[in-house]
């Protein structure tokens, strides 16, 4: 197997897409998982209700809460270790209606943990109805609650569509790879497009597949796309994901070791 080699595609603020070389789809599928479920962040786990005179019953609110994706400084933690910094910072509220409450009315008192974004609605207070309480925060992981997960990860075999120009029409599959941005390849017998993305052919086509046209999985390559909530740049969620990997499987050597001393 070829040296893992990792080529991006694109990259934006929240998202980054990139292709995976030299891997297996177990290592694939690793990654993927230790990226949503093994990468820590903090949320919201406990909340101390002083009032609520809202609509709203206490664990209604508490549950709004910890589903606010809250930044987390990764300088200050060992987010890579496998045991989790005992830390806990406390964002607190005192409100009374009219108002309707959003995440950017919690106070921290730790500035680097706090809401990513202030505009997500908590709860409507009416008039003279008030929302007192303490809600605090802590690391964890996505394994054991969605709160924790820090984005999305999911991938793609990377697959390569051979279309014979005996194909009738066959220029409108090349028209439509080139809208969107798919690299093609082109001789005198066939046209030879790469799924960088999701590609499907119009259903006209469906009766030349497996003919005519042919996909070719490229083995042991995948289209990788990972998405942050926020809490952590995208690029540090798949760094953090690869040396939790690596010190997972170090573990595991280590303890295969000592059984065979």
Same mark, same amino acid.
Do not use: C
């Given at each position: ?20 070389? *030299? ?13 949503? *479920? ?58 009374? *209606? ?44 996505? %394994?054991?609650?969605? %709160? ?63 003919? %005519? ?6 083995? @042991? ?7 942050? @909530? *926020? ?26 070791? %000592?059984?065979?001393?």
């Amino acid at each position: 197997m070829r040296k893992m080699q990792i080529k991006i595609l694109e990259k934006r603020d929240d998202a980054i897409r990139f292709i995976l070389e *030299g891997v297996d789809v177990a290592f694939a599928n690793a990654l993927r998982r230790t990226i949503i *479920g093994e990468v820590p962040t903090f949320a919201v786990d406990e909340v101390e209700f002083y009032e609520n005179d809202s609509a709203l019953f206490d664990e209604i609110i508490a549950h709004r809460l910890a589903l606010i994706p809250l930044t987390t400084p990764s300088d200050r933690f060992e987010l890579d270790a496998l045991e989790l910094d005992d830390y806990t910072a406390t964002l607190s509220l005192e409100a009374e *209606g009219p108002a309707i409450i959003y995440s950017g009315d919690l106070k921290s008192d730790d500035p680097d943990i706090r809401p990513v974004t202030p505009d997500i609605p908590i709860v409507k207070l009416a008039e003279g109805q008030r929302l007192v309480f303490n809600a605090y925060a802590k690391l964890g992981r996505g %394994k054991d609650h969605a %709160k924790w997960q820090p984005g999305f990860a999911y991938y793609k075999y990377l697959t390569k569509v051979h279309v014979s120009k005996d194909v009738p029409n066959w220029e409108k599959i090349k028209e439509l790879a080139a809208r969107k941005k798919l690299p093609i390849e082109e001789n005198e017998n066939e046209l030879i497009v790469t799924t960088v993305t999701s590609f499907y052919l119009p259903r006209e086509f469906d009766q030349y597949l497996g003919d %005519k046209i042919k996909e070719e999985v490229v083995l @042991n390559t995948f289209v990788f796309t990972v998405e942050s @909530n *926020g809490e952590l740049p995208v690029e540090e969620i798949v760094r953090l994901a690869l040396k939790i990997l690596m010190r997972k499987s170090d573990k595991f050597i280590n303890e295969l070791h %000592k059984l065979a001393e």
